[in-house]
């Protein structure tokens, strides 16, 4: 059946928020005063066979192999498309890189606590409402 694709178990949510937690540590740590690139580049610039290899080892998320893979980052707005969806005929699964949190309340710039505060938020989020990843 054509259109998006969602894996769900919510045994799995504590398991998944866990690993949503360390991916978007690493992710938050290329904001501002930290080198850019890393997680995000690496995402972008995989083939097929590699993205379906991190997402199962960074994220535990195993795409079957008739479902196609694509990224997209909100930060950047810059999207890989490796498998090339017909997106009204494929089955596919999006995995969206959220942007590093910039906000802050008093300290300036944002304090390590409120960049830990929000990983949790979204990895809370991805976990219960896309499920399984970011």
Excluded at 19 to 43: A, I, T, V
Excluded at 84 to 101: E, R
Excluded at 120 to 130: P, Q, R
Aim: glycine fraction near 8%; hydrophobic fraction near 30%; aromatic fraction near 14%.
């Amino acid at each position: 059946m054509p259109g998006p694709w969602k894996p769900w178990n919510d045994a799995d949510v504590g398991e998944y928020t866990q690993l949503n937690h360390e991916f978007l540590k690493y992710m938050y740590q290329e904001g501002p005063g930290n080198p850019p690139g890393g997680y995000r580049d690496r995402y972008l610039n995989f083939t097929s066979d590699e993205l379906r290899r991190a997402l199962a080892q960074d994220l535990k998320i195993l795409i079957p192999a008739n479902v196609k893979a694509y990224v997209f980052d909100c930060e950047s707005l810059r999207w890989n498309d490796p498998d090339g969806i017909d997106w009204h005929n494929d089955t596919w699964y999006m995995m969206v890189l959220p942007p590093t949190p910039r906000g802050h309340y008093p300290p300036n710039p944002p304090s390590g606590d409120y960049t830990e505060c929000q990983a949790w938020e979204g990895a809370w989020y991805h976990a219960m409402v896309d499920s399984l990843g970011m």
